[in-house]
């Protein structure tokens, strides 16, 4: 096994491409609660209710994140998307109702209404919020991430510098995850290096491939057939690796021509 140190111009904050699209849906969803005076906010001007909206779902976005962390360990949201929304609206709800409370008694608390006996009036609002979020995150999340060739004459993938010496300049099929580390299967066996898919998937750009599953990277070259069992494809990879196809992957991966 082999654990790799990042170059210095790899050593940088790496936001989860989740993590991305969770807060891009946060923003959307605070704009038209500002827009449509959502929650008993018409009294209120519109760079106001901004003001509210988007810190508060930007942070719920971030405390979302990690609880879909969580709640991954537990739920497969590839076979079970919607309990994984009830899990996630759960995890999240509580939490979030007194982040709520505290900042709307920041905001318009003028007069000291808003006590702790209140807080129980933010419960209701903060599920409706959060179950919808949620849903649109876990069904939204349906694009594989693709990885494209170099282009004559670009640099080599990124990744590549990753390899342990015995597999530097062999031919990458697959990588997958196992815990906090990622076998790399290629034409001369395979390895571990300590890394997150998520890190990795970035550091693929250069070779044409895509993610497959939430825990695998394939190469597109290294695909000699597909099996199907239990609604599920599994790719079959030169020399005898199987790789798993999500259901949430599965049709674009189709349209894109990989089977």
């Known amino acids: 096994m082999s654990e790799t140190s990042p170059s210095p111009d790899v ?11 969770g807060l891009g849906v946060a923003l959307a969803a605070g704009v038209v609660l500002a827009l449509t005076e959502a929650f008993g906010m018409s009294g209120t001007s ?3 209710r901004l003001g509210y909206w988007l810190p508060l779902m930007l942070l719920g976005a971030i405390w979302g994140h990690l609880c879909s962390l969580l709640v991954e360990r ?3 949201m590839d076979l079970r998307p919607l309990l994984a929304v009830v899990a996630l609206t759960l995890v999240m709800s509580g939490p979030l109702a007194v982040m709520v409370w505290a900042v709307t008694g920041w905001f318009f608390d003028g007069d000291g209404s808003i006590t702790l006996a209140r807080l129980p009036e933010f419960i209701g609002p903060v599920l409706v919020v959060t179950g919808t979020i949620s849903a649109l995150n876990v069904f939204l999340a349906r694009t594989p991430v693709q990885t494209h060739a170099a282009a004559p004459g670009a ?6 510098d990753r390899l342990p010496f015995k597999l530097r300049g062999a031919v990458i099929r697959a990588v997958s995850s196992e815990d906090h580390y990622l076998r790399v299967h290629t034409d001369r066996g395979s390895d571990l290096i300590l890394m997150r898919l998520s890190d990795a998937l970035a550091e693929l750009e250069g070779l044409e491939g895509a993610q497959t599953h939430r825990s695998w990277w394939v190469a597109k070259d290294a695909v000699r057939g597909v099996s199907r069992g239990d609604g599920r494809a599994t790719l079959t990879l030169e020399g005898g690796i199987t790789a798993p196809v999500s259901r949430r992957y599965a049709r674009a991966l189709r349209e894109a021509g990989w089977y």
Do not use: G, H
Not at 155 to 160: D, G, N, S, T
């Open 11 to 21: 050593v940088r904050l790496t936001i989860d491409r989740s993590l991305l699209r």
């Open 46 to 48: 519109l760079l106001f």
């Open 74 to 76: 537990y739920v497969d």
């Open 155 to 160: 640099k080599p993938a990124r990744f590549l």
